[in-house]
């Protein structure tokens, strides 16, 4: 039998060097995907918190009526149609930015506002909601109808603190 010996002094210290290197080098790569997945879905849930009370409320439904000119945060909130994962203060709803969200009744339809959005948020809000199943989506002053395309909702989100307000057709 023939025994190996073990590398010693420099090409020994050499060896450590490449394999931290390595051992360094995919534990960013794991942390940089982590916080992609992570921005990700960050993004995705605000699109989520709104999408969910729009499902809800029409879910709620207010027959042939409508829905009036009514706040309905105390109705989502009481019949807890919210998600746990969404903060919410007495009638007031908080987006994940630390905005606010709001639902009031637009006669047949309602109107459902959020504020305090990022770029980011704004964008994929407004581009991903923004269908032609509302009568109207405004970001900040600008009113658009039917589809909202990325380049429009670009456009529209301009600054560090936008609002979003999507105005459902009943």
């Known amino acids: 039998m023939r025994f190996f010996r073990l590398k010693r002094g420099m090409i020994n210290i050499s060896d450590q060097g490449v394999n931290m290197a390595i051992i360094f080098t995919v534990v960013g790569i794991v942390a940089a995907i982590g916080y992609n997945v992570y ?35 105390q109705a989502l909130i009481n019949s807890e149609a919210i998600s746990s994962k969404v903060r919410y203060s007495g009638t ?14 637009a ?40 589809t909202v395309s990325t380049s429009e909702a670009t456009a529209a989100c301009s600054s560090d603190s936008n609002t979003v307000a999507f105005t459902t057709k009943g």
């Open 39 to 73: 921005s990700k879905f960050w993004a995705l849930n605000e699109t989520n918190t709104v999408s969910n009370i729009i499902n809800e409320m029409r879910n709620m439904g207010e027959g042939n009526g409508g829905y009036g000119t009514s706040n309905y945060n």
């Open 92 to 105: 007031t709803i908080y987006n994940h930015g630390g905005g606010t969200i709001t639902v009031v009744g």
């Open 107 to 146: 006669n047949t339809g309602f109107t459902v506002t959020s504020t305090a959005l990022s770029k980011k948020d704004c964008i994929n809000l407004a581009s991903q909601l923004g269908t032609s199943d509302m009568s109207s989506t405004k970001i900040n002053s600008t009113s658009l109808s039917g």
